[in-house]
Nanobody, 120 residues
Framework: QVQLVESGGGLVQPGGSLRLSCAASGSIFSIYDMGWYRQAPGKQRELVATITGHGSTNYADSVKGRFTISRDNAKNMVYLQMNSLKPEDTAVYYC??????????????WGQGTRVAVSS
């Protein structure tokens, strides 16, 4: 089994910053794409940013220039640095990873989510 555990969420004022972390653990053979998604109240889950195993990144237009995704392949971790936060960034943020387990095929895994609230 594979577990993804997010951390780093919280309450921040508009214009502030937060750094989310996600640790993958378990019987991992290889991790391909990793990413962050978010779901605001009453809305569908949406892509925030993704990063390939080689470091190529992709961002939602709404966060370009403000958020930065990175990963540490040696530690099986992915990060999301969020700057210049806006109230509309308020959501539950979920970590996602495309993982090949030892002796198994590739599967998509999700974390339990970490809540980010941007409010004055």
């Amino acid at each position: 089994q594979v577990q993804l555990v997010e951390s780093g969420g919280g309450l921040v004022q508009p214009g502030g910053s937060l750094r989310l972390s996600c640790a993958a653990s378990g019987s991992i053979f290889s991790i391909y794409d990793m990413g962050w998604y978010r779901q605001a109240p009453g809305k569908q889950r949406e892509l925030v940013a993704t990063i390939t195993g080689h470091g190529s990144t992709n961002y939602a237009d709404s966060v370009k220039g403000r958020f930065t995704i990175s990963r540490d392949n040696a530690k099986n971790m992915v990060y999301l640095q969020m700057n210049s936060l806006k109230p509309e960034d308020t959501a539950v943020y979920y970590c996602n990873a495309d993982v090949r387990r030892v002796g198994a095929s590739r599967e998509d895994y999700w974390g339990q989510g970490t809540r980010v609230a941007v409010s004055s």
